[in-house]
């Protein structure tokens, strides 16, 4: 039906960025971008929401780099989101880029400093890096914080990580 409205009305853009988050919730990333990235064209808002959901569909698709560029932009509308802050850690992280992870996850510790997801997802970037007891003690570190993260080491060990 947003298909059917959006070519009706090819000037009214939430329609069509409506259908990106239908594609967005199947999930059709491919999809959705091209119709978030339609609806941007036809007049929709690029504000924070836009580029965060941009983004999180690029990351389902493997497309850090775009994904890290579209968080950065949600960041500049919105600096002190920890969500989204947390996600362009993810997103660079998946991407091969630690030390950038580091940063954004210092960001985040700097916000919340009681967050021991980013703290543990720190550890992980300095194993990633070659830093293994660094980032090993730092893991356990988030560990106390939060005992629930235990299953994300226990995993790891499980799959000989």
């Known amino acids: 039906y947003y298909k059917k409205a959006a070519d009706l009305d090819p000037k009214n853009a939430r329609y069509v960025f409506e259908m990106g988050m239908v594609y967005y919730a199947i999930p059709d990333d491919k999809n959705a971008i091209a119709m978030f990235e339609l609806a941007g064209e036809r007049g929709w808002v690029k504000n924070a929401d836009y580029y965060e959901n941009l983004a999180y569909s690029y990351m389902n698709i493997g ?7 579209m968080l950065q932009k949600s960041l500049e509308k919105r600096p002190y989101s920890v969500t989204v802050t947390f996600a362009l850690g993810e997103s660079q992280y998946k991407g091969g880029q630690f ?8 960001k ?4 919340d ?6 703290l ?11 830093q ?3 980032g090993m003690a730092i893991c356990d570190k988030a560990i106390e914080m939060d005992p629930s993260l235990n299953s994300l080491k226990q995993k790891k060990m499980d799959i000989g990580m």
């Open 99 to 106: 030390q950038e992870a580091i940063d954004s996850w210092d």
């Open 113 to 118: 400093n009681k967050n021991a997801r980013a």
């Open 63 to 69: 497309n850090f780099a775009r994904s890290t560029e």
């Open 132 to 134: 293994k007891e660094k």
């Open 108 to 111: 985040v510790l700097q916000i």
């Open 120 to 130: 543990y997802m720190i550890g992980m970037s300095y194993q990633k890096m070659g």
